[in-house]
């Protein structure tokens, strides 16, 4: 029967006729081949895109793999399926790997348990491998807080005190995440934790410090003077001489002239107190779904979202001098000069001293990022959201319909989308030349759309991804 239904959707048949069978057979569905290869494969494949959709609409789990670790993406790509290949990417749609070990780590992610199931069963895959951070599956499933993907890589024998790049076991994600069932079944197959627990600047951004600017000395990651210097610079400060010492006579406990990850971790806050947030830019059109996206990323990551259009939207509403000044030129669409914009900025980030902050919408011009990067530090990382310029007016002029802002209207939106424009390129290529890696989404999908390409990077917060 299943092969039948196989056979079916390669031909082409109605989506009329494949719901009939799917009401008549649910399991149909699910069904695989003797190359797993799964419904939707097939009609991928074959460049069926009415099937297509209606398999995505009804659940089908988009990524899943075949035998050769191939997904759905693959096989519409290889047989130049452009407008399956489109909507493919557009729902999230994955290249696969021919990698189980990958693949595994893949359905992790998208806590796809019956693809872990399905892979754990059909043959031998390394437990302990892992992504670029060392994060093995059950790293991973612990940390997105996935208890039945959690107990299946337990019960298959998966080293539950395993570490990754920074030390952290899997019971460490867990507990960051605050996902009790997790933490549970990991101490019941013995899970122990790496390190230890963290004040509220966050165990995964100190890590990220030290693993960044320290080097391994002795099989041990450490940071000596200049180390300590360099990431100090790093983060924005401008250290003396006498300042790194005085770190050093308060954290450097063994006198060695080493500071270890642990004297580290445990005076983190000396070293961080006062200093300027650690900035992760996001660029983009006006319409592109900044906002959404820090709020979900400030929700889920632990960060600080500053909004440039907040910020400036505040200072209007306290009707200062200067919140005069900036209603007026936010009403013609025109853009804030670099100094108000970095004298604002500077102002709200010295409220975070150490945490990663999300500039939404800051910088808008070369400007902008030469200043910001003079007073406050080389930004991480930059997200880059892009669509068409069709796209941006419509959303600014749904917004507009819904009684959002005063600068939500037509005349307004193509002016403030020709001044995106107008300096956007160059703001880039200055982050380009500043050697600022660069993150491109493609934002004319849905929230979630964009969600799942940040996912496909790994984890995001961390300051060790390259692009």
Same mark, same amino acid.
């Given at each position: 029967?299943?092969? $039948? ?23 149909? !569905? ?52 452009t ?8 729902? $999230?749609?994955?290249?696969g ?29 390394? %437990? ?36 990754d790049? /920074? ?33 509220? !600047? ?10 960044t600017?320290?080097? &391994? ?29 005085? %770190?050093?006579?308060?954290a ?18 000396? !070293? ?62 025109? %853009?804030?000069?670099?100094?108000? &914009? ?29 200043d910001? &990067? ?6 991480? %990382?930059?997200?880059?959201l ?13 917004? $507009?319909?819904? $009684? ?21 390129? &160059? ?23 964009? /969600? ?6 790994g984890?995001?917060m ?6």
């Amino acid at each position: 029967m299943g092969c $039948g239904f196989l056979h079916q959707i390669a031909l082409g048949v109605s989506t009329k006729e494949i719901e009939q069978l799917m009401t008549e057979v649910p399991s149909l !569905f699910n069904f695989r081949d003797y190359d797993r290869r799964t419904p939707l494969h097939i009609a991928a494949s074959e460049g069926h895109l009415d099937i297509v959709k209606l398999f995505v609409e009804k659940g089908a789990k988009i990524n899943r793999s075949d035998r050769r670790g191939h997904a759905p993406l693959d096989d519409a790509n290889r047989y130049k399926h452009t407008e399956v290949v489109r909507y493919l990417k557009q729902k $999230g749609g994955k290249f696969g790997s021919s990698s189980l070990s990958l693949n595994l780590i893949s359905a992790c992610i998208e806590g796809d348990v019956e693809e872990v199931r399905s892979l754990l069963d059909y043959g031998k895959i390394d %437990l302990l491998s892992s992504d670029y951070d060392r994060r093995t599956p059950l790293h991973i499933a612990a940390s997105e807080g996935n208890s039945e993907i959690v107990e299946l890589l337990c019960e298959k024998g998966a080293n539950v005190n395993a570490k990754d790049k /920074w030390g952290a076991r899997p019971i460490d994600g867990a507990i960051i995440g605050n996902h009790v069932d997790c933490k549970q079944l990991l101490e019941k197959f013995g899970g122990l934790r790496g390190s230890s627990s963290m004040s509220s !600047f966050g165990q995964e951004a100190v890590l990220d410090l030290i693993h960044t600017y320290g080097k &391994m000395r002795n099989g041990l990651l450490s940071m000596d003077w200049h180390d300590v210097h360099d990431m100090l610079i790093g983060i924005g400060e401008k250290p003396t001489g006498e300042c790194v010492r005085k %770190l050093f006579e308060v954290a450097d406990a063994d006198r060695n002239g080493i500071i270890t990850t642990d004297e580290f971790l445990s005076h983190h806050e000396t !070293f961080l107190s006062g200093r300027p947030a650690r900035i992760i830019l996001v660029v983009g059109g006006p319409g592109s779904g900044k906002g959404v996206l820090c709020e979900r990323l400030a929700k889920e990551c632990g960060v600080v979202h500053l909004s440039s259009g907040e910020l400036l939207r505040n200072e209007i509403q306290q009707r200062t001098e200067l919140g005069k000044q900036v209603e007026e030129i936010v009403k013609n669409g025109e %853009l804030v000069s670099s100094a108000i &914009m970095v004298t604002l900025m500077q102002k709200r980030m010295k409220d975070h001293p150490g945490k990663r902050v999300l500039l939404d919408g800051f910088p808008r011009s070369r400007e902008n990022a030469k200043d910001l &990067m003079t007073l406050c530090g080389k930004p991480e %990382l930059a997200l880059h959201l892009t669509c068409d310029d069709t796209v941006l007016l419509e959303r600014i002029m749904k917004r $507009g319909k819904s $009684g959002g802002r005063a600068d939500d209207n037509f005349q307004t939106g193509i002016q403030r989308v020709r001044n995106y424009h107008k300096y956007h390129n &160059m703001t880039i290529d200055f982050l380009k030349e500043e050697n600022v890696p660069i993150v491109y989404l493609d934002c004319s999908t849905t929230a979630d759309g964009v /969600w799942d390409q940040l996912k496909s990077i790994g984890r995001l917060m961390r300051s060790t991804v390259r692009f």
